[in-house]
């Protein structure tokens, strides 16, 4: 789906078989797209469409993708209208923690492994996990992990890590920058730098963080009181936070959670910074179910729907597990198999 179409609407020919694709673009015009033998979905999932995020993964928090902005669900909508089932929407890959820079509906990873002098904190002024933690293509993320319980009238009943804060110093500000949104030569000690903003040159990260100071995404004051107040982290928490984290890093252990030795380092200052970081996808799994071996869309009853295919993430096979050739092996197989079977269909005109 070019990028100046919004959601397209799948036209059908009868109750079931699909004849085109209607779209419309940004100025409001209507085109239609004839499709003499099918029509394969082949447009990704909905990890920018902040309502079926809201119904199927995580109610109440605007995940942004790493990727496309586009992935809007089109393909979803476009099935059910089609009469298809619906699968896997619950299904996702996490990517860890991203920043949104100003203006732009997609978020950076910030990577936090080999952190040094820098700890990640929710609004209430603690840590919550180990910074050093694996967290890319994982099925959970501890951010969205639920706090709270009917029984206890004490607990918080929200998402503890939601949003969470990245806590530095005037060091770390200088070490270099907090994500890397610039694509690098591949080596061994650098993978490639992936997402929509890299790839297209959209945003490139200040080398010394100080674009994203002056453009609000860091938060910068010379007390730890009044950086928690400014970002609006429990202020007396932070404190006692940065203190016992000092600490741990004198003594060369995080008692807390573990955190390796060689990762860790002291916050010192003034000044001090926080940089608010939120929840990322890579992408959802969700969409119309389909067989696998020929790409069918398939209704409710498992009937294929004439001349409908799907492919890739938009309803993909990957549910509750992503295996390791992941979602563009799937995409290229399922895709050329639905492809092969759309070419036998006779053409409907």
Known sequence: RPPYFRRSVVQTMGPTSVFGVKATDKTGKEKYFKAKKGVLLACGGYENNPQLIDSHILPGVRVRP???????GDGVYMAQEAGADIVHMAGCEWMGFGANPPGHDVAI?????KLGKG???HRFGKRYFNEDKKLDHTRTLVAIEFDGYPDDPTALSDYKGVPSFLIFDEAKRLAGPLAKSKLEPVTDM?????????????????????????NGMIKKADSIQELAEIAGIDPVALEETIKNWNDYCQAGEDAEFGRPPNTMGPIEGPPYYAMEIGPLFINTQGGPKHSNLDGKVLDRYDN?????????????????????????????????????TALQEEPWA
Request: charged letters at 15%.
């Open 66 to 72: 790493a990727g496309t902005p586009y992935n809007l």
């Open 109 to 113: 990873k910030v990577e936090l492994r």
């Open 119 to 121: 700890i990640v904190v």
């Open 190 to 214: 650098a993978p490639p730098v992936m997402g929509f903003l890299a790839v297209k040159g959209l945003y490139e990260w200040s080398a010394d963080n100080s674009q994203e100071i002056e």
């Open 304 to 340: 294929p729907i004439p001349r409908l295919y799907a492919a890739g993430e938009c309803g993909s096979v990957y549910s509750c597990m992503y295996h390791g050739s992941g979602n563009i092996a799937e995409a290229l197989i399922v895709g050329k198999l639905a492809a092969e």
